[in-house]
């Protein structure tokens, strides 16, 4: 082709101090060549001297590398949360590096808060914060008096952890027409019977929502929130991420298309079945999946299929919930979902369906099952999400039906103390997201963050699966505890195979692309408490590197 003359296919050869390949034929080297994007020859020294013309690059001699990690289950919406303030009660980093202080009781949120406003221009303006979780400030709640002391000329709307729940300020709850006479579901009341400020669930927040023109839970997707999202995850080794929830209209689909090409990671949006019909949603599939390239993948498909544990919204078997709590919400219920999932699978679409409790599990295995009867599909790879309080028995019936999981290790450590006391009781909390039977049962399997609702950081999250240990410091189903290299698999080759992309990435091989994760220490060696605390250097990306901004 003209012009293509000054492409000089110039192969780098990257030397390290070890390279964990993820390739069981050839797991460590020292050496990695990439031509372009790909690579072509990983080995040793003497390996890399039957490559003609090389140029060597010694700038990771002194670091480990890593295949890229692959975050399954994330969202965008992380994108847009970092454009507000962070009032969560952990410590996290900022897509630009800066590690951001946890606030572990409301006067310090509100002294944030009040920090934050003073940075708005514009009189009326709203003030929006995201990450509050009452279950991490001892559980005292967030009051509209508490963000009436941040402002009472402008909303103030704090989302919390979980995204299911907004606190807002006494002058949005007017504006919304929320008062003391208010019946909606979802919006609890103080002593005097006038609204608390929380709006909880989706009826209460929509009308919320309709009132202020804006819905920050599906935002208004640009360039800048995109590449804000690429950044966060690249700061912490990721190379391909997920956007597992999106309606992907043709106003965001055209930000994908014109700004994925230069964000550092790869991106994989799933299409969210409850927005549309299977017809509509098989058709969209089928327009978008033109669209793909090496950075941006369309063809799956997300149902939401149970609510949260914390939020006692998760569907569960017998004896329910251990406190005594209602059982939980179908957001799809499972007759529906039978028909759902019989159409997709019969039309070779990959479907990824979220479940937290076991009485949901049961129902996505049952749609499964039924659509494997009817239509009969060698390696649909199926991925049930979350899948967090799965018995052996499911994971044994995951394993014949050909299904993946992909576990919210995470939850461990952020809500493990609730699920021991309150939600599951000791026994089944100790079962709670079982990576390592998973492993025994041989049921191919990731772990995620599901970021924005806890930190993107496949370290953390391997740290979580490795040690499960609770916020208080309770050890919770050491059983289940996967060792640091099965959670590495988890993280890289174990997650491209849930998205069918581990032809691609996941290990570091000839003929894939050049997606490393490059870090100061090597979890392999280091003392299996300490792999949170590795730093993570940086990137490449398609044989392009993006050195982390320190925070
Ligand atoms: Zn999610």
Wanted: aromatic fraction near 6%; charged fraction near 20%.
């Amino acid at each position: 082709m003209a012009g293509e003359a000054c492409v000089t296919h110039e192969t780098i050869v990257y030397r390290a101090k070890v390279i964990h390949t993820m390739n069981a034929s050839r797991p460590t080297a020292t050496h990695v060549a990439v031509q372009d994007d790909r690579i072509i020859l990983v080995g040793g020294v003497e390996d890399m001297q039957s490559l003609p013309g090389v140029r060597h690059d010694d700038r990771f001699a002194d670091k480990v590398l890593l295949p890229g990690f692959v975050e399954g289950h994330a969202h965008v919406m992380e994108g847009t949360l970092w454009s507000w303030p962070y009032v969560g009660a952990f410590d996290r980093r900022a897509p630009d590096g800066r590690r951001i202080e946890g606030l572990k009781t409301i006067e310090a949120v509100i002294a944030r808060l009040k920090e934050s406003v003073k940075t708005l221009a514009d009189s009326d303006e709203p003030l929006y914060a995201w990450g509050f979780d009452p279950l991490h400030v001892g559980g005292v709640k967030l009051t509209r008096h508490d963000l009436d002391t941040v402002s009472t000329t402008r909303p103030v709307l704090v989302h919390q952890a979980s995204l299911h729940i907004t606190n807002v300020n006494s002058l949005t709850l007017e504006r919304a027409g929320f008062d003391a006479s208010t019946t909606v579901a979802g919006v609890p009341k103080l002593d005097d019977g006038t609204p608390s400020g929380e709006l909880q669930g989706l009826a209460a927040r929509l009308r919320l929502f309709r009132t202020l023109g804006f819905n920050p839970m599906t935002g208004s997707l640009d360039q800048e929130t995109l590449h804000r999202y690429g950044d966060a995850a690249a700061l912490q080794g990721i190379t391909t991420i997920t956007d597992l929830h999106n309606d992907l209209l043709d106003p965001t689909v055209d930000v994908f298309r014109t700004h994925t090409g230069d964000m550092k990671v790869r991106l994989v949006p799933a299409l969210a079945s409850a927005t549309h019909s299977p017809e509509e949603g098989m058709e969209k599939i089928r327009r978008l999946r033109a669209m793909n390239s090496d950075r941006l993948r369309f063809g799956i498909v997300k149902i939401v299929v149970d609510g949260s544990i914390q939020g006692f919204t998760a569907r569960l078997r017998w004896p329910g919930y251990h406190n005594g709590a209602p059982n939980g919400l179908w957001y799809v219920a499972p007759d529906e979902l039978m028909r759902i999932v019989g159409l997709y699978h019969q039309a070779g679409v990959q479907l990824h369906m979220h479940t937290n409790g076991d009485e949901a599990t049961d129902a996505v295995l049952d749609a499964v099952e039924a659509a494997q009867i009817a239509h009969p599909r060698p390696d649909h790879r199926h991925t049930i999400q979350h899948c967090q309080m799965a018995s052996a028995a499911q994971f044994r019936r995951m394993k014949s039906l050909g299904v993946c999981a992909n576990l919210f290790s995470n939850h461990i450590f952020y809500w493990g103390d609730a699920h021991y006391a309150a939600t599951m009781g000791p026994e089944r909390a100790a079962r709670i997201d079982a990576a390592a039977t998973a492993e025994r049962m041989g049921v191919p399997y990731a772990i995620h963050c599901d970021a924005p609702v806890t930190p993107l950081s496949p370290l953390f999250t391997m740290w979580c699966a490795v040690n499960r240990v609770t916020a208080a410091g309770r050890v919770l189903g050491p059983e289940e505890r996967l060792t640091p290299a099965q959670a590495l698999r988890a993280v890289t080759l174990g997650a491209a195979y849930t998205l069918k992309l581990d032809q691609e990435v996941g290990s570091i091989e000839v003929g894939k692309f050049a997606d490393f994760a490059v870090l100061d220490a090597d979890p392999l060696e280091r003392a299996p408490e300490a792999l949170k605390d590795i730093t993570v250097w940086g990137t490449v990306s398609g044989g392009i590197i993006h050195e982390a901004p320190n925070g």
